[in-house]
């Protein structure tokens, strides 16, 4: 019962005339930063960060802008996956499999309708999932010590590889250079300057804005600059802008599963939305079995990996309000962004500031709604700025990150370290290497190392402490598990190939 | 393959010299048993013996089918775009927000296939909106540099 009092009260906080203005504007802005090729997710989070603190945004509005946008860039990306068939990230690169045929056969308005509604019906119900179980989660997180957290922490690292799937040595190696980036600076203990060289603007460690604009911004201006010869024509949404009842209810089933399934990866730190949308529409096809038109634009599987996406977008945020620990590229954004505002996302969270937890729970309904009625007036406007030329877009692109840096400190040292880390992420990038874990790796590095040290205190030094309670014994089962998941997968590749050989 | 090696190998290197940059670091005093070296130690420790496996055994490169082969022309682009960035990086401050937006955004819309007077019109208008935007109306101070004359 509480937890409905306290959710009519984040209502309360999210339906005020000013947070609704902010989450409207903040779906907008979102929308068009997903819309623009090489601005997705992280790098709209991560430039609002500081103007919403420049605007002086309180902080319950200010995350509602930040979780408005988040969802807008999401629904942003959508629409130039649908129309173009290029997906703005690696997780709506299901959603072109089937929602671009659909385009092709002049039913893009209800492509991109029915795709908005399906990632609402998962967002409620992550939603609902997140009312339900993040108190309980809270109320559990406040049993951790700094021993559990340190364990916790290895295990989010640990799960990001095991998850990844493909690369698990790429995505591993990727996190360390984001723990490592996290020392640079002066240690709060001792007072110690670590890596700084002497430098004095690199006393308080690496800026969390540089370091997510350059690795995002930079290293994909960058990138464009490869696929400037190529030109994209974008299909022309006309026809029915809105889908029928008939087809919701086709793919109702799908979206209360895939919603389930989403919610529960986004929970798991690591896993998140790529993952989710491809289990989920690779799930949905083999339910379908042959009389599924999968690949040829079926409801269905434009309706399952967006619903998936929708779902783990929210549930990404359990863990990051509830433990403090950032589940995905995204969240990790979101944590700097209190952290600008001193707030320490956590089990306590939940107890001292009711308000900011609640209200932005509350504004991830309302910002779900906004985006499917925004879809049928605004989706010919959206679909215009698809055809911003490149060489209009990549100048603007450039400045405004520019702008966003220099807002943190007003030194052009940052402007020269965004350009040194944007250099960087654009060789990784090329190598293959996932950039996300970088930026986990450098949210969670501070918090490990205090951690450690912390329980490292507290026993005198004995190593004992990380493994003797049993919440930090289980976590290490669960870090064993995880390890173990990408070996087991190329064993399983390295059998079927052999068998494959045999059968042949 | 032989880049991603090299790569790994570079690393490598480069933990290594952080490592023999971190060894000194050791708290004047300190009440607690693990100093500030531990932790960038464990984790350029970790770094390292993941690095070495890539350089022995390379995991192969998936290339995207929209991502064209990396020919001569395209890294001159892409180090004439770093330079750029660069010059902005540089002139910022001195010049002012709003000219050296200008003085780089021209350039690189011409970069990205842009003609010069549509680029021209984009990249200046724009410079003068953003100024205004950020600096006037959401309070995110930017420096006016060399037309601060103009100002009063």
Known sequence: MDTLSYLGQGFGVALSPYNLVTALTGTLIGTVVGLLPGLGP?????????????????????????????????????????????????????????????????????????????SFIGALIATCGMVLFAPLLAKWAI???????????????????????????????????GLFLSAVGIDANSGVYRFTGDNVHLAD????????????????????????????????????????????????????RCGLLGFFMGVLPGAGATLASAVAYMTEKRM??????????????????????????????V?????????????????????????????????????????????????????????????????????????????????????????????????????????????????????????????????????????????NGELGILWSSPISMSTWALVVVMLALPLLRIWRRRSARQRALADA | MILQRLFALVLLAVCAALAVMAWPYQAAFSYEPVGPRAYPLLMLGLMSLGLLYLAIRPTPIVHK???????????????????????????????????????VGLPMARLYGGRWLPGAIVVVGMSIFLYWLFDRVMDVPLPLGLLSALEN
């Open chain 1, 205 to 256: 460690g690496i800026q969390f804005v540089v370091l997510v604009l350059g690795l995002f911004s930079i290293s994909e201006i960058l990138l464009l600059l490869e696929k400037t010869h190529h030109g994209h024509v974008a299909v022309k949404a006309t026809g029915r802008m809105l889908f029928n009842m008939k087809e919701a209810a086709s793919v109702f089933v799908v979206n209360i």
């Open chain 2, 65 to 103: 089918e929209d991502e064209p082969q990396l020919d001569r022309e395209s890294l001159i682009k892409i180090a004439a775009c770093v330079g750029l960035l660069i010059v902005l990086a540089a002139t910022f401050e001195s010049l002012g927000f709003i000219l050296s937006a200008i003085l």
């Open chain 1, 143 to 177: 049993a951790f010590g700094p021993a559990e957290y340190f364990v916790l922490m290895v295990f989010a690292i640990v799960a990001l590889g095991g998850m990844a799937g493909d690369k698990p040595l790429k995505t591993f190696i990727a996190a360390l250079i």
């Open chain 1, 319 to 459: 863990p990051m309000l509830t433990l403090g620990v950032p589940g995905s590229g995204t969240t990790a954004v979101m944590i700097g962004a209190l952290t600008l505002y001193n707030i320490t996302p956590g089990p306590l969270l939940f107890q001292q500031q009711p308000d900011i937890v609640w209200g932005l729970i509350a504004s991830l309904f309302i910002a779900n709604i906004m985006l499917v009625i925004l879809n049928i007036p605004m989706i010919r406007i959206f679909t215009r700025i698809l055809a911003v030329p490149n060489w209009a877009l990549v100048p603007v692109i450039a400045i405004i990150t520019a702008i966003g840096v220099y807002a943190v400190h007003a030194t052009t040292f940052d402007l020269f370290l965004m350009v040194g880390i944007g250099i960087m992420g654009y060789i990784l990038r090329k190598l293959d290497f996932p950039l996300s874990p970088i930026l986990l790796g450098f949210i969670l590095g501070g918090l490990m190392e205090q951690n450690l040290r912390r329980a490292l205190s507290i026993s």
């Open chain 1, 288 to 317: 379908a079995g042959d009389k599924g038109k999968f690949g040829k634009g079926d409801l269905r599987g434009l309706a399952a990996p967006e619903t998936a996406i929708g779902a783990s977008c929210c549930g990404a945020l």
């Open chain 1, 42 to 118: 992280i790098n709209g989070v991560a430039l609002l960060i500081p103007i919403a603190f420049a605007l002086g945004l309180p902080p319950e509005s200010a995350l509602i802008l930040l979780a408005a946008v988040y969802l807008g860039c999401e629904y942003g990306g959508r629409i130039s996956s649908i129309l173009l068939n290029i997906p703005g990230e690696a997780s709506t690169v299901m959603t072109t499999l089937d929602g671009y045929p659909m385009a092709r056969q002049g039913l893009a308005g209800v492509a991109l309708s029915l795709s908005a509604w399906s």
